[in-house]
């Protein structure tokens, strides 16, 4: 059915009526291609509606899954040097998602993917600081490295928040830690562990917010989020 474009794109839960109407001022919506002007209607069956260039989906159609993604694979939906990427690993979900935020082509574990540009927008802007939690093994004086990198620390010229950093078995002089951090800067766990003298052999994520990565699900596996899931990954941005 046709509907005014804000009334539209707040029953998608994009955000308020109100606040549609300056995004739609902004020219950050258009319809079928072409920028939207305060007034246009659009049907969603029928026309193909883009938010800052994100295609809109009701609600009740967008898809939402969790990839354990496994080291090497490139955390985006296609690589100009030929590498393999995570879209290959969800081809057969039936829809082009993309991934909230990113892990390394090292790195392993917990990666949502999803067709939701507003969940994606607000699960990764800064201003949240949603939980990250890692498995990391580590070599290197530990005993030195763990209270520069719970420490205070700067990358990039920034003040970052203090990590969480537990201490866990340690065999073959590799020790595994468990790393909490709330921002999400680029190879942020790996630069942190390196201001503290320690070399990284294995990263993996378990944790995003209250989501818990699935322990059934094996390297380059993925299943779609529960009702119960998703509820816990809207929480944090309540």
């Not at 190879?187 to 059934?216: N, P």
Request: glycine share 10%.
């Amino acid at each position: 059915m046709e509907e005014r474009l804000q009334k539209l794109l707040s029953a998608c839960g994009v955000g308020s009526r109100r606040a549609m109407e300056e995004w739609i001022v902004a020219g950050r919506v258009t319809v079928n291609g072409q920028v939207a002007r305060l007034g246009d209607k659009a049907d969603l069956d029928r026309d193909q509606v883009a938010v800052d260039g994100v295609p809109l989906r009701p609600e009740k159609d967008r898809i939402y899954l969790m990839l354990n993604k496994p080291r090497g694979y490139v955390t985006t939906l296609s690589d100009e040097q030929g590498r393999k990427t995570v879209a290959q690993l969800v081809s057969d979900c039936g829809r082009r998602v993309w991934p909230v935020g990113r892990l390394d082509l090292e790195s392993e574990g917990l990666l949502i993917m999803t067709d939701d540009g507003e969940l994606t927008q607000r699960l990764i802007h800064p201003s949240h600081e949603v939980e990250k939690e890692y498995l990391v093994w580590v070599v290197g004086d530990v005993n030195k490295g763990l209270p520069i990198l719970s420490g205070p620390m700067e990358l990039d010229g920034e003040a970052i928040v203090p990590a969480q950093v537990k201490r866990g078995r340690a065999s073959g002089g590799v020790t595994q830690l468990s790393v909490t951090i709330h921002q999400g800067k680029n190879r942020q766990v790996r630069r942190m562990c390196a201001k503290a003298g320690l070399t990284v052999m294995r990263l993996k994520r378990i944790r995003e917010g209250k989501l818990q990565l699935d322990r059934i699900l094996r390297p380059g596996q993925w299943r779609l989020l529960t009702r119960e899931e998703l509820t816990l990954l809207r929480e944090e941005n309540d």
